[in-house]
């Protein structure tokens, strides 16, 4: 069974940093993409970062420039290193993959379960 988990949220103050970790695991035979949402109470859930398995990358409007997203192929894990923190990105990080695995062999998409950031003085 695929689970995608994170790591690394927490409480920082306004233009401290953070570094996300996501690992996908279960039988996983090709990661297409991976990416991180994140959800501010009350608001949708919005599109953060995105990086391919060739390394390509994408960045909201809001986090360019801060955030950065990495990739580890052999581990099959994300990363969000997030610099320069402000108080409007406090949410509820997710995990986002689309993928693959012996059980399932068409390319499917993936959530993991959320990691809180508050960032706060």
């Known amino acids: 069974q695929v689970q995608l988990v994170e790591s690394g949220g927490g409480l920082v103050q306004p233009g401290g940093s953070l570094r996300l970790s996501c690992a996908a695991s279960g039988s996983i035979v090709s990661i297409n993409f991976m990416a991180w949402y994140r959800q501010a109470p009350g608001k949708q859930r919005e599109l953060v970062a995105t990086?391919?398995?060739?390394?390509?990358?994408y960045y909201a409007d809001s986090v360019k420039g801060r955030f950065t997203i990495s990739g580890d192929n052999a581990k099959n894990t994300v990363y969000l290193q997030m610099n320069s923190l402000k108080p409007e990105d406090t949410a509820v990080y997710y995990c986002?993959?689309?993928?693959?695995?012996?059980?399932?062999?068409?390319?499917?998409?993936?959530w993991g379960q959320g990691t809180q950031v508050t960032v706060s003085s």
């Open positions: 986002n993959a689309v993928l693959r695995s012996i059980a399932t062999p068409t390319f499917r998409n993936y």
């Open positions: 990086i391919t398995r060739g390394g390509s990358t």
